[in-house]
């Protein structure tokens, strides 16, 4: 070999050790070290398709799908439930002669019935659960697992961790509240789902354990070990959104007073005055203030926290909200002629009597309250009223809701048989009117607040939409 070739060889296996070394050649300490991952979020909210419903897999018209809170019936019976974020979507499929749920694009077991009513997904779209009929044997579902069979069953629930399901089953003539695989002692009959509470270790429901119709509002760790009975008026109780306190009506010696009392600290009660009848307990948005209409010798109040004033005549039928500073009450007065509803706005200097309208709902505020809206119906038209001021009308608009930051307005609409999304300004004027869809569900806000994001259904494709609100 030259003396050329030689250095020629050398040079290469210096090149090839110096690669080796590049790629390979760390320290043993470096090599275990441990990985350092991306901080990269892969899941960034994006428009794409949930599911594709199959040919085969029809509206189940058996099932009596509920009524929406505006009063509007879907274009069809299929049910579907879809989590705010996509991360979850189910809907009930008549597939023959038989029906079952089908969640994030795999069916289930094929059932006699599936009530609609039952359908629902756990807070992070992982869970689904339901209500199922073969025959006269009824079961509740939770990710496709049987529990039963029951002579009967209700609702369910899940915990805000999603952990935990819960739910009320008739076993011959009694029912029981379920959590999971325990069951409590028993009662004569229960009304609606339990509900947990935030840290998802303890729930509340109402029963009824005599025939005379005598209510007890329990509250129970998850176990039905310690368990705390309250006797109330009736069915009417309320939950704070963030599940940790609780308020209902109970009555003694022929007057009606409201007891609170702490989720985890149910034996801490707080009473309040008494009346001849109270209505409506509503908590704000904060769950730390609570509201009612009262009513004492004829005449109407309406009660925030220690502070009531009284009402203007007229009826009070639909939902009032406390404003986020909790310093006032936005609520709406009807008037028996007409009839009429305008918004009152109580415990705050007059601001003036607002228009007067046919109805008016979803009263909603900006999170810093500076900014109210709601929907309004004049001459069977529907609009947005924005701080007094009317937007464009349609045939139907429901549930507005104020972006994050409070500079927008967003709600769904129909018109021409048509729905769709619309974003709006303070004065209600139209920044974008979103595309058109069969189906348009309930709008949510990704996390940094910049776009809307709701689910829909073109045909039959169910998409998760994401659009920038500017």
């Known amino acids: 070999m030259s ?33 350092v991952k991306s901080t990269k979020d892969d899941s960034i909210l994006s428009s794409r398709l949930l599911a594709t419903i199959a040919d085969n897999e029809k509206p189940d018209t058996s099932s009596k799908h ?35 749920v089908v969640y994030n694009g795999k069916a289930g077991k094929l059932y006699d019935e599936i009530e609609a009513f039952t359908l629902i997904l756990s807070p992070n779209g992982h869970h689904v659960a339901y209500g199922a009929k073969i025959g006269d044997r009824n079961y509740v579902v939770v990710d496709g697992v049987e529990k039963g069979p029951f002579a009967d069953r209700g609702r369910i629930s899940f915990s805000p961790d999603s952990k935990h399901v819960g739910y009320d089953a ?29 840290d998802s270790n303890k729930i509340t429901y109402l029963e009824v354990t005599e025939i005379s119709g005598v209510y ?32 209902a009506v109970e009555k003694n010696h022929g007057k009606w007073n409201v007891i609170s009392f702490d989720f985890m600290h149910p034996e801490k009660i707080k009473s309040g005055e008494s009346y001849d009848d109270i209505k409506q307990l509503t908590y704000s948005g904060d769950g730390k203030s609570l509201a009612y209409i009262a009513v004492k010798d004829g005449r109407s109040y309406i009660v925030l926290d220690d502070k009531k004033e009284l009402l203007p005549d007229g009826e009070y039928p639909w939902p009032f909200v406390i404003l986020p500073d909790s310093k006032g009450v936005g609520i709406f007065i009807v008037h028996d002629k007409g009839p009429q509803a305008y918004l009152h706005t109580a415990f705050l200097p007059d601001r003036g009597k607002n228009k007067t309208y046919k109805e008016g709902a979803h009263l909603t505020y900006s999170g810093d309250g500076k900014h109210y ?36 307005l967003v709600y769904r609409a129909r018109q021409n048989n048509k729905r769709f999304v619309v974003i709006a300004d303070l004065n209600g004027k139209i920044i974008k009117q979103l595309p058109s869809y069969e189906r348009v569900f309930d709008t949510a806000f990704s996390e940094d607040g910049s776009s809307v994001v709701y689910g829909v259904k073109d045909g039959n494709q169910i998409m998760l939409k994401v659009d920038k609100l500017n």
């Open 3 to 35: 003396k050329l070739q030689a250095v020629q060889n050398n040079l290469l296996v210096f090149i090839i050790l110096v690669v080796f070394f590049m790629l390979f050649g760390c320290s043993k300490e470096q090599r275990n070290a441990p990985e």
């Open 66 to 100: 509920e009524t929406s809170e505006s009063g509007e019936k879907p274009p069809e019976d299929m049910v579907i439930e879809i989590d705010k974020y996509g991360k979850g979507v189910a809907y009930i499929a008549k597939i023959g002669d038989r029906t079952c």
């Open 170 to 198: 008739k076993i011959g003539n009694k029912w029981y509240m379920y959590v999971d695989n325990t069951k409590n002692e028993g009662a004569l009959q229960y009304f609606d789902r339990p509900i947990f509470n935030k």
């Open 216 to 247: 007890r509002l329990v509250v129970s760790d998850l176990q039905f070990r310690n368990n705390i009975p309250l006797t109330i008026a009736d069915t009417a109780y309320a939950v704070n959104a963030g599940k940790t306190a609780i308020a």
């Open 373 to 408: 809206a709601y929907v309004a119906i004049q001459n069977e038209k529907f609009t947005i009223v924005v701080d007094g001021k009317e937007g464009p009308f349609f045939e139907r608009v429901v549930t507005p809701q104020f972006s994050p930051d409070g500079k927008f």
